[in-house]
């Protein structure tokens, strides 16, 4: 029998309550279960508003990668961003949620969650290459879970592309500018139960999306920008309900003015691993 935590994103993974975030009632989304994550897809954007995955890095398994890039067949290949969008182009089928994060438990279990995360509702279009920032970026998940060894390594982890208005159009979608990723834990902080921690990032690709005319360029020099901001920002910036995770932002309240005015003056800008607040 399947563990009850191998189908979905599980809310109770870190010991206490963490749901799904969800954007507003009027937003239609598409929910989209994996082992052990969850996506929730805007039909219209054909890009995910949400990913939801829990980390057991205690049981992690170090496996080779293998899945190949698949439509999800329970939805229309229309509300999905498909290969159409990354042919002969220099962008990347970026992974959402990481193809190494759900890929705990048993060899079997771990291989099969690692190939479930080569679906093109888990993709969105990021510029290729890698540089430092970028780099940092796929390794945060990774520095959180060193610094959360004390509970058992466990992370639930949130990620997505900001869906922006003014994200420029290509190829039938709009090519977001920036992308965000919660991680959460539990603390004990000395008390008989665990509270909540969490840390909020943003990636910013903006100087590396250059669309003219439905064509993309993308510049030669240039540099994805990785700042540590308040969760609530990322709220406001989403339109994602957030719940509990904008009270268990460890990175100091910055004052209550709203994220598009306050912008990257409120917000941490990352050149290393040692850069990241967490407490």
Do not use: C
């Amino acid at each position: 029998m399947a563990d009850e935590t191998f189908d979905a994103y599980d809310e109770r993974f870190l010991g206490i309550p963490l749901p799904l975030p969800r954007p507003s009632a009027a937003r239609e989304v598409r929910l989209l279960t994996y082992p052990r994550f969850t996506i929730l897809l805007e039909p219209q954007r054909r890009l995910a508003v949400v990913t939801a995955v829990n980390i057991d890095g205690a049981t992690l398994q170090d496996l080779p990668r293998t899945g190949e890039w698949e439509l999800d067949p329970r939805i229309p290949a229309t509300e999905q961003a498909g290969p159409a969008v990354y042919a002969s182009n220099d962008l990347d089928r970026g992974h959402l949620v990481r193809r190494r994060d759900p890929g705990w438990g048993t060899a079997a279990q771990a291989r099969e969650a690692t190939e479930a995360t080569f679906v093109y509702p888990n993709a969105a279009p990021q510029a290729s290459g890698f540089n430092q920032s970028k780099e940092l970026w796929l390794g945060l998940e990774d520095h959180v879970l060193e610094f959360a060894d004390t509970t058992d390594e466990r992370l639930s982890v949130f990620t997505a592309p900001v869906l922006a208005d003014d994200d420029p159009p290509y190829r039938g979608i709009r090519i977001p500018r920036r992308f965000f990723k919660v991680a959460a834990w539990a603390t004990q902080d000395g008390g008989s139960s665990p509270g909540l921690a969490a840390a909020g990032f943003l990636l910013d690709q903006s100087e590396l999306i250059d669309v003219t005319q439905g064509a993309l360029a993308v510049p030669s020099l240039g540099a994805f920008r990785t700042f540590q901001v308040p969760i609530a920002d990322i709220e406001a910036l989403t339109g994602v309900d957030l719940g509990g995770l904008v009270d268990a932002d460890v990175m100091p309240r910055v004052g209550a003015a709203d994220a598009a005015v306050r912008g990257e003056d409120a917000w941490r800008p990352l050149r290393a691993p040692e850069d990241v607040y967490l407490g």
